[in-house]
């Protein structure tokens, strides 16, 4: 018997309204900021992200999923912003639109250990604004990753915010990193020995608790920050305490992808682990015209599906119960129920039927595994009198009710209309 390739999940039906409700409700707030949604593929060059996620990106050394074909290199997008990017300038959408405002939902791909909330195949929920350097736009974009997490009903999170500066400030903020942790070198885990040769702010980022003990000796400050740097971040600040939004900064906290500056902020949450971010982004100002477009600002973040569906509350991941199930005894109750069903989702209500040939007891208890709001019985009597008989699964109470009043009837009591 075949099974799942590791680091894959099947996602099954009784879990899907979960993901329907995540995206669902992700659409509509990204809509309130005036976001369109944008479809890229999910397979590009694999050059793309050599070029974006920087060479010595730990996604790039080890993590892509690579398709060889010819002499052509092909990569499973292990993230979406590079392909956004990518779009943005062969669409001439520079060009065209200005700034744009684009959010997108799908499954990403990284070759790395599976463990709680992380997966090879997993899915992202993101967004992205090109065209700006204003910094109030960081503080709207922060402000939108805290609303949606506010609508999927989580708690306990916690914003934590950074300024890396300009390519200068990173580049003098790298070399006093790398002349603090050059006499630490032994006391760091393999990875970050490589790591302090090839992107020293890796360390940083690093989840070792040998590393994380070096690094909390270290004492690290914005002092790297140019004057126009600084007075950027000191304006995000500003918009978010007038936002009213909760944050730390923390001069700890990089991005390990090459493309970040100024910018960047996660989003942790205890319960998830040692691997405890929901999500996180920031600015990648130079991207744009490193791969060949304008020099134009940019700002983006990311939220895992399958973290936030960890943490989100029982209440808001289970469906309402909607469905309307028809139970039909005899022949001609059998036709009467067909078109009695094709009545009912031509009006708009969620419905179904019993084609197992179940007794009445068993044909109850298939609407109730199903989660069944109400259940419409027909038999002879039914039949005779142009009515069916209608149970409420809540509250139990059946009572008869006339074919001319039923969908009324059944549309106040599932959809409240």
Not at 62 to 83: C, I, N, W
Not at 305 to 311: F, S, Y
Request: charged residues 30%; aromatic residues 8%; glycine residues 8%.
């Amino acid at each position: 018997m075949f099974k799942k390739t590791p680091g894959t999940k099947d996602i099954l039906p009784d879990e899907v309204s979960s993901w329907q409700t995540i995206e669902e409700t992700t659409r509509n707030i990204f809509s309130f900021y005036n976001y369109k949604e944008i479809r890229p593929p999910i397979i590009e060059e694999a050059a793309l992200f050599n070029r974006s996620l920087g060479e010595s990106a730990e996604i790039v050394q080890k993590q892509m999923f690579l398709v060889k074909k010819d002499k052509d290199v092909y990569a499973l997008r292990p993230e979406g912003t590079a392909s956004i990017v990518r779009a943005y300038l062969e669409n001439n959408l520079d060009k065209t639109a200005g700034l744009i405002k684009v959010y997108y939902i799908g499954p990403m791909f990284r070759a790395e250990r599976p463990q709680k909330g992380r997966l090879r195949q997993f899915h992202h929920l993101g967004c992205e604004v090109i065209g700006s350097q204003v910094p109030y736009l960081d503080a709207e974009i922060i402000s939108l990753a805290d609303n949606l997490l506010k609508a999927y009903t989580i708690e306990g999170y916690e914003i934590k915010i950074n300024s890396l500066g300009c390519t200068k400030d990173k580049k003098e903020f790298t070399e006093v990193l790398r002349k603090s942790l050059k006499d630490k070198i032994p006391k760091l885990c393999d990875d970050c020995k490589v790591r302090f040769k090839t992107n020293v702010l890796r360390i940083l980022d690093c989840k070792n608790e040998g590393c994380i003990e070096v690094v909390k000796k270290l004492d690290i400050r914005q002092n790297h920050l140019c004057p126009e740097c600084k007075g950027h971040f000191d304006k995000v600040k500003e918009g978010l305490d007038s936002l009213n939004i909760d944050y730390k900064v923390n001069p700890y906290l990089v991005r390990g992808l090459d493309y970040y500056t100024r910018t960047v902020f996660e989003i942790i949450h205890g319960d998830l682990g040692a691997q405890n971010a929901l999500g996180a982004g920031g600015r990648y100002d130079n991207l744009v015209h490193d791969l060949g477009g304008p020099s134009t600002g940019a700002i983006g973040f990311a939220f895992g599906i399958e973290r936030l569906l960890l943490v989100a509350s029982r209440e808001y991941r289970v469906e309402s119960k909607k469905l309307v199930y028809i139970i039909t005894l005899g022949e001609d109750a059998k036709k009467e129920g067909l078109k009695l069903l094709n009545n009912l989702r031509r009006a708009g209500i969620t419905s179904d039927t019993d084609y197992e040939d179940k007794s009445l007891k068993g044909a109850l208890r298939r609407a109730n595994d199903l989660s069944a709001r109400l259940v419409l019985i027909i038999g002879e009597d039914e039949l005779k009198k142009g009515a069916v008989a209608l149970k409420d699964m809540v509250s139990g109470e059946q009572k008869e009710v006339k074919q001319e009043d039923l969908i009324k009837s059944l549309k106040l009591i599932v959809t409240g209309q």
